[in-house]
């Protein structure tokens, strides 16, 4: 059984700073992309930011220059700095990881979000 637990959301003021966090647990062999996704009230599921195993990213182009993705292949968990973050940026942000488990297939795993609210 694999899991990916998020952290780190919360209220925040325009201009502010968040970090969240993203550990995978469970039986896993290796893990290739992983990435942060959010979903605003009424709107679709969008990408934020991805990361392979190496270390390339691609960024949405509302978040780049402000966000930066980050991984610790180590402890199996990425990470979402966000900086000068706008009230658009308002979501509850997912957790996405292709993990490698003990079923010997690559299968995507989504978090259960966490909330970032950006208000004055």
């Known amino acids: 059984q694999v899991q990916l637990a998020e952290s780190g959301g919360g209220l925040v003021q325009p201009g502010g700073s968040l970090r969240l966090s993203c550990s995978a647990s469970?039986?896993?062999?290796?893990?290739?992309?992983m990435g942060w996704y959010r979903q605003a009230p009424g709107k679709e599921r969008e990408l934020v930011a991805t990361?392979?195993?190496?270390?390339?990213?691609n960024y949405a182009d509302s978040v780049k220059g402000r966000f930066t993705i980050s991984r610790d292949n180590a402890k199996n968990t990425v990470y979402l700095q966000m900086n000068s973050l706008k009230p658009e940026d308002t979501a509850v942000y997912y957790c996405?990881?292709?993990?490698?488990?003990?079923?010997?297939?690559?299968?995507?795993?989504w978090g259960k979000g966490t909330l970032v609210t950006v208000s004055s």
């Open positions: 996405n990881a292709d993990i490698l488990g003990i079923s010997m297939v690559m299968t995507p795993y």
């Open positions: 469970g039986s896993i062999l290796s893990i290739n992309a």
């Open positions: 990361i392979t195993r190496g270390g390339n990213t």
